[in-house]
């Protein structure tokens, strides 16, 4: 079993950048593919980003490609999204999931995060 807690969330001006953290615990960590999804009040959690168990091969939501950055350091159980030329509509509650297979729905992962607030002023 998997669990992970998130970090990094905050207020920041559009154009600016965040990272936020998820830390796992664990002995098998280095096994799970690990996700971020962001959700705003009324809609549905939304995949952001998902990094495979080597960091190997890494996926990003259209929205966000080429502005974020998903990476992550097996040797510190950690998993990193950089945020970069944020936008207002990038405001949300950010979560941290993992799988042993994942992918890009929410429906994939088993473990989750409590999540961490971004908001981006305009």
């Known amino acids: 079993q998997v669990q992970v807690v998130e970090s990094g969330g905050g207020l920041v001006q559009a154009g600016g950048s965040l990272r936020l953290a998820c830390a796992a615990s664990?002995?098998?960590?280095?096994?799970?593919?690990m996700g971020w999804f962001r959700q705003t009040p009324g809609k549905e959690r939304e995949f952001v980003a998902a990094?495979?168990?080597?960091?190997?091969?890494?996926y990003y939501a259209d929205s966000v490609k080429g502005r974020f950055t998903i990476s992550r350091d097996n040797g510190k159980n950690a998993v990193y999204l950089q945020m970069n030329s944020l936008k207002p509509e990038d405001t949300a509650v950010y979560s941290c999931?993992?799988?042993?297979?994942?992918?890009?729905?929410?429906?994939?992962?088993?473990?989750w995060g409590q999540g961490t607030q971004v908001t981006v002023s305009s």
């Open positions: 999931a993992a799988d042993q297979t994942g992918g890009i729905l929410p429906d994939a992962y088993d473990y």
């Open positions: 990094i495979t168990w080597s960091g190997g091969s890494t």
């Open positions: 664990g002995r098998t960590f280095s096994r799970y593919v």
